[in-house]
């Protein structure tokens, strides 16, 4: 008899799921202007959640509106005074952890392992951490008195849904700014359950306003002229179309977007992390991950072994149902994403790469792409160079330190990478090379709020979290030689 | 070429006014005023030039009407010049810097000659902001190795990780130089670029872009490797948009364009996502440069690059 | 990959001959072992916490729990143990009641491996000594040779050496090496003298009446991971059957991470060489949820082949009866009492 593990889900009881929902506007929920809805579904069984307002120009109107009214008081409110909020709302979203990770991993398909032990404790974390600075911002090097710049408008991705949220309006109310903030159309249901969550801890009515729809939604939100600051997080393309959007104007714009992170391997690495760092690089959450190691650079020296390494690591992936504690790899979030990633995957393959996945029995319904990895893979190649944003690993092999950084630099993108070897000076060295704006040294996809997060090039500007991350919603005390 | 003639009073020893050959008198050497690109002192590929004036419209030089290609060149040079500038210790560029200072303090007589006749203020006004500018480069020398300190941070994370940000240069960064101070101005914008390790392609001041030219004879002499400051003069306009649109240049300073051509290029940056540094109100008119220029222009051109490593046994 | 003999075998031992050059001087040696890849600490700790969270329910948890329960070296190393304490322990091993599966074997000191050896008679039940002066291995080669031959000679099926620490921490590899290759070499048993247990073949049973040898490395006392596989590596090279983390006798045992270390270059022996080694993690480990998590690690790390008494062991004492009480719970669906095992 083999060691068979049997099924362990998760309770979907404890978290209780409306049949619609409407938009958060100044402290309450309210059907859309025009009363359109759609449809979230679980990736994992396509199951339809809920129904949500889909939100329009006139909807992102109001809710400007109501963001630019709450403004006035909630900027005026002492430091500590806003703390204490944002103290509370980790508080609950550390009380309500279980609810949120199954609510997650319902929405986006995430296992809840990772929901459980990776989104929620770093969205509690994220609030603790701004809610800190609220009242210390005088000592953060922007200048003495440094002001908020008024009403943000925030556009976040689906990979993360809470922890992107967090990301966005922890360090936003912290610093005195008010916040519209659009989920992403196919994971609405976190940001609506932290609606609830500033109710519970009493937030002012307005400060947080969230509306659920589509990408003409977010539109109408970038080019809102009410709007003082444009945070985005998501792909490089939309981050274009709103940097034109916002050209001319007097927004501040901050952009998180895609990566091809090189994750390079030396001969001397520790090779069983490293492998570990390879799997989780590239198929934590999925892949949908916008600093994953999505390209393995390898010593070919030891590519052989890191190759046998990793392919027997990778067969022991669990690939299936999201809310059994024991699944590696979730469901992809939706059709239109595994079509992206089935046709670089065919264009891989097509191109010449070698394509290898483990066994793996996938299910009937929902979205799946088991694990895979491209051995033969060129810088020429599609997968090396776009963006797959799925659980597929493009393998390049080099040959010296100095070409591992050509091959790692030699990207548009510049948001991450990861090097493994036990020497220390080389790993320096590395890092001191490498065009990107995180750098994982024997490790790899950690994050904290603590630590500034965000890319070079078209990876997009501007850094979530630590000190960094407080200077995109300050404008700074003395206009003249400061950049906006 | 049209316009007045008969203007350079600065070059000749005799006196305006008089005309006709005087053997005493002794004719000036003019000079051919050249970009500066990669160190050295071309002709504008497309063999244009145009008319210099003083405020009174009288002639001061030709200067060249750089094109697109000139442009296309500097990039070239400035990513070339960017792995070693870059990569230069942050004292050796303080010291580089500060030597730019001590060389334009023996000639801060031609350059206060220079920005009076360009931008039309009395000759003691000139003075006293060629040594702003002068000022301005020691200022910044002295940046060069506290900047880390400043704007980087030990992250206390939450895991068992060394975990450091470090500001680093943008790249190439295209600077489009204030079009009404000549050279305070300009300096306030050079400097605080290529302090951090980014090299830079500045066009000057479509007006007044002679003291633009001659600093980039002095910044060949004073240790600056060859790239990492390129001067072209000629029109923003014409100029801006193959800079705003180079896939190979990672910010641009968009201080010298007036409203319409700013929103244009910053669209355009858009294409690779250029960091945009935007006009700021404070960039031109009474009293611009002259105030305490702080770091903003710094920390507007750096990178925050994250390392986190395993600690363990 | 090789085709898998065990490290008792004959030809384990050829092949083994075949790495000569490796252990031909301290300085082969010491460059072979210094050329392992290193171990980089955080990601060790954080894949064993990973491994940690497998939630291991109904169907899955019998299974792991009769099978923790046939791996258990149910142990009593203590200067007070008496043949009564080590008859009783015999018996719970042997039957520990409701029909659990008997444990693997009985770990005594090797004073008390006859008293053992009668006690258990011929359930199959395997009789191991703790030899080469343990805990601390601190006496002259034949001393530690001699307390070894004593133990076989008694009946002992398997001997639990330690190594020389102090050598091991010098850089003295090499000494380490010879040793373990001198006490496995003490484990050959006087013809004539095989022990019931082999005789029964229950478990795997060492041809020509060798004990087999399990070599324990003190790794809290080793402290850095990269001396753990080191060792592991040196003692697989010396002939070791089994590698095992601890003897319970100082602040650090076995951990989660070491074990899985040790699972690695198992499975790297095995991978290169072809050579198949068990691991026994000893001390500490009490719960049923701990044992659990030891077993996930052998799955996922080795496989199913490795899970049996013959390739992964637990050296423990007080896990047996929160393991029977676990099982309880499964069987009843109540929760059990300590009132409910027996205290022996």
Known sequence: MAFDYAPAPESRAIVDIAPSYGLFIDGEFREAADGKVFKTLAPASEEVLAEVAQASAQDVDHAVKAARKAFETWSALPGAERAKYLFRIARIIQERSRELAVLESLDNGKPIRESRDFDLPLVAAHFFYYAGWADKLDHASFGANPRPLGVAGQVIPWNFPLLMLSWKIAPALATGNTVVLKPAETTPLSALFFADICRQAGLPKGVVNILTGDGTAGAALVAHPDVNKVAFTGSTEVGKAIARTVAGTDKKLTLELGGKAANIVFDDAPIDQAVEGVVNGIFFNQGHVCCAGSRLLVQESVADELLDALKRRMATLRVGDPLDKNTDVGAINSAEQLARITELADAGESEGAERWAPACDLPSSGYWFAPTLFTGVTQAHRIAREEVFGPVLSVLTFRTPAEAVEKANNTPYGLSAGIWTEKGSRSLWMASKLRAGIVWSNTFNKLDPTSPFGGYKESGYGREGGRHGLEAYLAPSSPKGEHA | ?313 | MPTTVPAYGSEAAERLASLADVTASDGALRRFLHGLPGVDAVGLDARAATLGTRSIKTSAKAYAIDLAISMIDLTTLEGADTPGKVRALCAKGVRPGDGAPRVAAICVYPDMVATARQAVADSGVQIASVATAFPAGRTALPVKLADTRDAVAAGADEIDMVIDRGAFLSGRYLEVFEEIKAVKEACARPTGTASDGEAKGATRSAPGGAAHLKVIFETGELQTYDNVRRASWLAMLAGADFIKTSTGKVAVNATPPVTLLMLEAVRDFHATIGVRVGVKPAGGIRTTKDAIKYLVMVNETLGEGWLSADWFRFGASSLLNDLLMQRQKLSTGRYSGPDYVTVD
């Open chain 2, 1 to 313: 070429m049209s316009g007045k003639t008969g203007g350079r009073s600065h070059r000749n020893v005799k006196p305006e006014g008089q005309s006709g050959m005087n053997a005493v008198d002794r004719l000036s050497v003019f000079k051919t005023y050249k970009l500066f690109v990669g160190g050295k002192f071309p002709r504008s590929e497309s063999g244009r030039v145009y008319e210099v004036t003083d405020a009174q419209g009288a002639w001061l030089a030709n200067a060249p009407l750089s094109s697109r290609k000139d442009a296309r060149d500097a990039v070239v040079a400035a990513r070339k010049a960017f792995g070693g500038w870059s990569g230069a210790t942050a004292y050796n560029r303080g010291q580089i810097l500060y030597r730019v200072a001590e060389m334009l303090e023996g000639r801060r007589e031609q350059f206060a000659t220079e920005v009076a006749a360009a931008e039309g203020i009395p000759r003691p006004k000139a003075a006293a902001r060629v040594n702003a500018a002068i000022d301005r480069w020691v200022w910044y020398a002295g940046w060069s190795d506290k900047v880390t300190q400043i704007a980087g941070a030990a992250n206390p994370v939450a895991g068992p990780y060394f975990n450091l940000s470090t500001p680093e240069p943008t790249g190439v960064v295209a600077v489009l130089a204030p079009r009404d101070s000549s050279f305070l101005g300009l300096v306030s914008v050079i400097a605080p670029a290529i302090v951090t390790g980014n090299t830079v392609v500045v066009v000057a001041s479509e007006q007044a872009p002679l003291p633009a030219l001659s600093l980039g004879e002095v910044l060949a002499t004073s240790d600056l490797p060859g790239g990492v400051v390129n001067i072209l003069s000629g029109k923003a306009a014409e100029l801006g948009l193959p800079l705003a649109l180079h896939q190979d240049v990672n910010a641009i300073d968009l201080t010298g364009a007036d409203g319409e051509l700013a929103v244009e290029l910053e669209r355009a940056a858009a294409e690779n996502l250029k960091r945009v540094l935007r006009p700021q109100p404070g960039d031109s008119g009474k009293g611009a440069w002259s105030a305490d220029p702080g770091t903003g222009r710094m920390l507007a051109l750096v990178e925050t690059k994250t390392v986190w490593h395993s600690m363990g046994v």
